[in-house]
Nanobody, 125 residues
């Protein structure tokens, strides 16, 4: 079975940093993308970032550009999301996601094949 194991959430003050990790397992192939979504209370789940294994393409939501950096270790099927200069509005449950194929320019949850359990990120002001 495909599994996505996310870790690295926590509580941090505004301006601080956190690093999320998402380890994917249980699938074959080397053409996939691992991404991150987040959902704050009362809001829709939104795409944050994505990185593709084969094409080395990435996606960032406008709200995180310049602050978040996504990377991956294809040998480990693992994606990392380095989050710097965190703001209170970044507070949400963060979910990692796996889809087969590259990151789309309009990366969204319709293309996701598998979801991981969420990890809470809380940024205090």
């Amino acid at each position: 079975d495909v599994q996505l194991q996310a870790s690295g959430g926590g509580l941090v003050q505004a301006g601080g940093s956190l690093r999320l990790s998402c380890a994917a397992s249980g699938f074959m192939g080397d053409d996939y993308a691992i991404g991150w979504f987040r959902q704050a209370p009362g809001k829709e789940r939104e795409a944050v970032s994505c990185i593709s294994s084969s094409y080395d393409s990435t996606y960032y939501a406008d709200s995180v550009k310049g602050r978040f950096t996504i990377s991956s270790d294809n040998a480990k099927h693992t994606s990392y999301l380095q989050m710097n200069s965190l703001k209170p509005e970044d507070t949400a449950v963060y979910y990692c996601a796996l889809e087969f194929g590259p990151c789309a320019e309009n990366y969204n949850y319709y293309g996701v094949d598998y979801w991981g359990k969420g990890t809470q990120v809380t940024v205090s002001s």
